[in-house]
């Protein structure tokens, strides 16, 4: 595996991705009963903004460092963004970005736990350099997805589970995944699965995307932000993140920072998002649209044209 987190760390679609994290483990929390939280592809969790292939790439400065600053963000993005700038090693600045875990890891109640899985033998090191000593968090150094045999259903019985790995290739890896949800959902129904995905050609995402308007899940929540069009192979156009039993209100509760994300993100064009269910338990799915998200923040903006 030759994919670094380091280099995209805290980019627009981390700010995605742990935005949508945060809402699903408040949602965990409402209830008192403890939650187990487990990570397929946990990487190192946490990476240095003034490193070496932070500055390489410089992508944060279109993600994390543009939340920094702004003002009058709705609350859950208040919360998301104090958590990132109050952890250690930002008592001077944003410094550093914390990976899924670090973030977790902070929001964990006594009860609650947490067990990552990382096959690179350096990341997985550093992961483990960095819970030493935490009882409630557990370092597998091994493939996220056999775990998941091993480690569904937790002794906790509650949990979330987040699927997010490098799609070196890409296509092949949806299959990858399409098979892993389908064999966890048989294991644990009740579980919440978050899948990241990003979002190069359309094309390739949408036979993942109906693909999941057959599972076995009862809620499938679709949580998207493009910042470029979505018709290059090229570079990172957007991402996006699907919740298979997506707690009820989800959407609701990621409306208003979504739409805030697409304003505060957007680059060369108005950024576009999209938030909808593609498959809710007693109603029809609704097909995928093959075209990018319509919604765009700037009043007055005509909707993309259709190729």
């Not at 699965?193 to 359309?202: D, G, S, T």
Request: one cysteine or more.
């Amino acid at each position: 595996m030759n994919y670094r987190h380091a280099y995209h760390a805290g980019n627009f679609a981390d700010v995605l991705k742990h935005t949508v994290l945060l809402a699903l483990i408040e949602a965990m929390q409402a209830k008192p009963t403890p939650f187990c939280y487990i990570d397929t592809h946990a990487g190192s969790g946490s990476y240095p903004l003034d490193g070496f292939e932070a500055k390489k790439t410089g992508e944060h400065k279109d993600g994390i460092t543009r939340l920094h600053p702004a003002e009058k963000v709705p609350p859950l993005l208040q919360r998301w963004r104090a958590s990132i700038l109050g952890g250690e090693g930002n008592e001077q600045g944003l410094k550093h970005y914390p990976g899924s875990p670090l973030q977790v890891a902070r929001l964990l109640r006594p009860d609650d736990s947490a067990q990552l899985c990382e096959l690179h033998t350096e990341e997985a090191s550093k992961l483990r350099d960095l819970f030493r000593g935490n009882p409630q968090v557990h370092v597998h150094q091994r493939d996220g997805y056999e775990a998941l045999k091993a480690l569904l259903p937790p002794k906790e019985k509650r949990g979330l589970v987040l699927i997010d790995p490098p799609y070196e290739a890409q296509e092949a890896e949806y299959k990858v995944i399409d098979k892993a949800l389908k064999e966890a959902l048989l294991r644990w129904p009740t579980g919440v699965y978050a899948v990241w995905y990003p979002i190069k050609l359309r094309s390739q995402v949408q036979p993942f995307l109906r693909g999941l308007q057959r599972s076995d899940a009862k809620r499938v929540l679709r949580v998207e932000l493009l910042v470029h069009p979505d018709d290059s192979p090229l570079r990172l156009n957007g991402s996006g993140m699907v919740i298979l039993n997506a707690p009820w209100n989800l959407d609701d509760v990621l409306r208003e920072p979504l739409r805030a994300l697409a304003s505060l993100l957007s680059q060369e064009r108005p950024a576009e998002w999209k938030l909808d269910w593609l498959l809710q338990e007693g109603a029809e799915p609704a097909a995928p649209s093959p075209l990018p998200p319509s919604r765009l923040l700037r009043p007055g903006t005509p909707p993309p044209r259709r190729r």
